[in-house]
């Protein structure tokens, strides 16, 4: 939802409560446009985030680890100057807007008692931290605005700190829900659409929550029946936002992704998976943390298939090249000949001149062979043997280095299922980490996060019990293969196309033909033509796994296999992994 005024108030009403008296211990700013404060309150020590980012403004205490540059931003500076143990006196709204307003009292280089404050204006693309002195005067922003960019208010150093302008529209919070339903009742639209175009500081979210009993009526036929249904909407959102009993704080998710937040229950979302919370704070913090998640894994995900997609063309032009160059090297045999037919014709030729026909004894017919004017005989017969020499060497060069490359193409078919298959910022780091040791990226740095990494493998269980393991990235898959397989066990993996690595535990017994069939299920499922039908999936014993002197990480070899052509069924496979969990 958009951050509205309820909203702000909601939680300007909790940070007041939570941070009254907590002094400023840290200032940092992992962004241009967002900064944390450490404070410390009697309690304990807590993290509060200010964002003026667009899309995600907000402010909340939060628990999310951040990074911060090595050189902090000069506003970030500005803010410790002035701020750095200073105490929070208050936080307030500016009543109807989208506003946060923290009030401090500090002391200046003189020691002497000042009352900066900072105002945290939480609208879409004009979000904004300002930083004002006691004397009302603009001190800094993240944002600046001059008389350019906007001739209603100028927020730049200096000049006085003048509160947003209000829209022309009756305000939620400052206003009785009599007044609005009267306001509603004059407009033809819908009442949510009438309510979001007359009232502000209600996002569409709450005004569809305010008119959910009567939104298939205008607002020019409600009758008493419906403004008794409209009033009794707009007093449960008002009783929320004044009575902290009242909150009800919760998230609503579309399958995994979080679409919906809001301080009081929401019935328009029934039949959707919520997830509920006992203060602002947290719903924030697990609301913009999960957005912020996905939105990081879309653009690693995008990043990294970019660069490995750089990768990919640079190895087909570098084969289109060695190829050509091969072709080239066919001339080696001709180099040969001619150098051949010099020699046992010496006598024919003087230097300086540019070309001789002999007789060919292989063919029985005339050969004019081309002279260099500068050399003798000899060395004319010579010069051809080093270049059948240097062409002959070349193109045994050229076969190794166009099969390297071939394998080369392979594993990057590999790492681009693996970016597919990554849902965690460890399994992309995983990857990226890999990319960087085997030197196809440069200047990749990581830091070891002290959280329990997430498993690398998929598991499950087949119907005869046995367990089956899948690698979710090229490190899991040769660890798996190579290391964690016991000689008896199975391993699996889809025939000429990237997959992970599949094991067939077999724990000492023969597995059955279903079971093998349900592993050629899970390793065709895991792999880049999963959609397809029939699909041919290699299976041997683990022991007859290897891995060459060389090969790019878990790029195996097996031999003995055997094929199976199955279709895997997704529902199916799944039953399997719960199956595992029980």
């Known amino acids: 939802m958009a951050l509205d005024a309820a909203m702000v108030r ?46 995600t403004a907000r402010a909340h205490i939060t628990t999310e680890e951040f990074d911060y540059p090595a050189v902090p931003p000069a506003f970030c500076m500005l803010l410790r100057k002035y701020l750095l143990g200073a105490r929070i006196t208050a936080v307030e709204t500016v009543e109807g807007d989208r506003v946060m307003l923290f009030r401090f009292e500090a002391l200046n280089d003189m020691g002497e008692k000042t009352f900066p404050s900072l105002s945290a204006e939480m609208m879409g693309r004009y979000s904004n931290l300002v930083l004002i002195g006691d004397d009302g005067v ?77 939104d298939d009526l ?13 009033l009794r909407g707009l007093a449960r959102i008002r009783s929320a936002v004044e009575d902290p009993a009242q909150r009800s704080f919760c998230i609503v998710y579309d399958g995994e992704k979080p679409v919906e937040y809001s301080f009081l229950a929401l019935r328009q979302y029934e ?29 690693r995900s995008q990043d990294l298939n970019r660069q490995v997609r750089q990768l990919i063309d640079r190895n087909i032009r570098k084969q ?24 046992a014709n010496l006598h024919a030729f003087k230097k300086g001149d540019k070309e001789v026909t002999v007789l060919n004894y292989y063919t029985g017919e005339q050969c004019t062979i081309p002279l260099d004017v500068t050399k003798g005989p000899n060395e004319n017969a010579q010069k051809y043997y080093r270049d059948y020499r240097k062409l002959h060497t070349a193109a045994d060069v050229l076969k190794r280095l166009i ?17 597919g298959l990554a849902s965690t910022e460890e399994e992309f780091v995983d990857i990226r980490k890999e990319l960087r040791d085997a030197g196809y990226l440069k200047g990749f740095r990581y830091r070891e996060r002290g959280h329990r990494k997430s498993d690398p493998y998929f598991r499950y269980r087949t119907d005869e019990g046995l367990e089956v393991i899948a690698g979710k990235n090229n490190t899991a898959n040769e660890r798996l293969s190579l290391k964690m397989a016991d000689g008896k066990d199975y391993w699996f993996h889809v025939k000429g196309a990237a997959g992970s690595h599949v094991i067939l535990r077999c724990d000492g ?74």
């Open 218 to 230: 205008t607002g020019d036929t409600l009758d008493a029946d419906g403004e008794e249904k409209l």
């Open 403 to 419: 099969v390297e490359g071939d394998e080369e193409a392979e594993y990057f078919r590999q790492v681009q299922y693996e970016i």
């Open 509 to 582: 017994i023969a597995p059955s033909e279903r079971s093998l069939t349900q592993a050629c299920e899970i390793a065709a499922f895991h792999s880049s033509v999963s959609s397809g039908q029939q699909i041919p999936v290699d299976y041997t014993e683990a022991r007859r796994v290897r891995k060459a002197a060389g090969a790019r990480m878990g790029m195996v070899t097996y031999t003995n296999q055997k094929t199976a052509f199955v279709t895997p069924v997704p529902d199916e496979i799944e039953k399997l992994r719960e199956k595992r969990t029980r």
């Open 271 to 299: 039949g959707l998976k919520t997830e509920n919370f006992d203060s602002a704070s947290s719903m924030f913090d697990s609301y913009y943390s999960a957005r912020d998640r996905l939105e990081r894994m879309k653009t």
């Open 138 to 214: 603009i001190l800094d922003a993240v944002k600046r605005v001059d008389s350019t960019q906007s001739e209603l208010r100028e927020i730049i150093p200096g000049a006085m700190f003048t509160e947003p302008p209000k829209p022309d529209k009756i305000s939620f919070l400052c206003s009785d829900d009599r007044e609005i339903v009267d306001a509603v009742k004059k407009s033809g639209r819908t009442v949510s659409s009438a309510l979001l175009q007359m009232v502000s500081g209600l996002s569409p979210l709450l005004c569809r929550e305010a008119a959910l009993e009567v």
């Open 10 to 55: 909601v939680a300007a009403d909790e940070l007041d409560t939570a941070l009254k008296g907590a002094r400023i211990e840290k200032i940092y700013m992992p962004s241009r446009d967002e900064a944390v404060f450490s404070v410390r309150t009697r309690e304990s020590r807590r993290m509060l985030l200010l964002s003026a980012r667009s899309g």
């Open 320 to 343: 289109n090249a060695r190829r050509e160059e091969l072709e080239d090297t066919a001339r080696a045999e001709g180099k040969k000949l001619f150098g051949e037919l010099l020699t």
